[in-house]
């Protein structure tokens, strides 16, 4: 099983709608949870992180983090065609990061 | 310049050849790492510096070599690669083991 789990997609929706992203992880020793946002040919970009259960808000991003269910979502309102990107989960525990495969994501006008 | 930083963008280079990667970061970090991103694989970590030391190796092959000559500063030396090789290197620095940040990356290709 791996460490931790993300669904690839491509996920595509249309402009505006209320997208979904999650990651699902085995190792309770996680502590910190991170979501990257990588365009095409780019580094990866620290889009939030969080340390324990509940939502964060930043603008159009939510993160929750449900650590009994070991189960981290992004949400993001209002999509726009400049949210189509790869996002990547991160995970960090033990002193190691292990990011998820990442989701590639596609907003059409 | 801020952030992390990386030369050459792009490299195209032979099995035989020698060439060097480059990273940069301006963030005052004291740990710098390297990844390897292949398509659809998730990020894999290959070497990781922490107050200019080598603190992990993740069983890399010999053909790459990373250095790291001050807190600011690292590089990865190539040689003999071979075409499963190509991918995009990745560096990142954070403050102890915090949150990471990259650079852009150098996409690889070998011939």
């Known amino acids: 099983q791996k460490e931790v789990e993300q669904d690839p997609g491509p996920l595509s929706v249309p402009e505006g709608a209320i997208v979904s992203l999650n990651c699902t992880y085995s190792?309770?020793?996680?502590?910190?949870f991170m979501w990257y946002r990588q365009y095409s040919r780019k580094g990866p970009e620290l889009l939030m992180y969080?340390?324990?259960?509940g939502n964060k808000e930043d603008g159009r991003f939510t993160a929750q983090v449900d650590k009994s269910s070991k189960y981290i979502s992004l949400f993001i309102r209002d999509s726009q065609p400049s949210d189509s990107a790869t996002y990547l989960c991160?995970?960090?525990?033990?002193?190691?990061?292990?990011f998820g495969a990442g989701t590639r994501l596609a907003v059409h006008p | 310049e801020t952030g992390v930083t990386q030369t050459p963008r792009h490299l195209v280079m032979g099995m035989t050849n020698k060439k060097s990667l480059k990273c940069e970061q301006h963030?005052?970090?004291?740990?710098m790492y390297w990844y390897k991103q292949s398509a659809k694989k998730p990020l894999e970590l290959m070497f990781v510096?922490?107050?200019?030391?080598?603190?992990e190796n993740n069983s890399v092959p010999s053909r790459f070599s990373p250095e790291c000559p001050n807190s600011s500063h690292l590089f990865l030396h190539l040689h003999t690669l071979q075409p499963e090789d190509s991918a995009l290197y990745l560096c990142?620095?954070?403050?102890?083991?915090?949150?990471?940040?990259f650079g852009p990356g150098t996409r690889l290709l070998v011939l």
């Open positions: 963030l005052g970090h004291n740990a």
């Open positions: 190792n309770s020793a996680f502590q910190y």
């Open positions: 990142a620095s954070s403050q102890d083991w915090g949150v990471q940040y």
């Open positions: 991160a995970m960090w525990g033990y002193n190691k990061l292990i």
């Open positions: 510096y922490s107050l200019e030391e080598r603190v």
């Open positions: 969080t340390y324990s259960s």
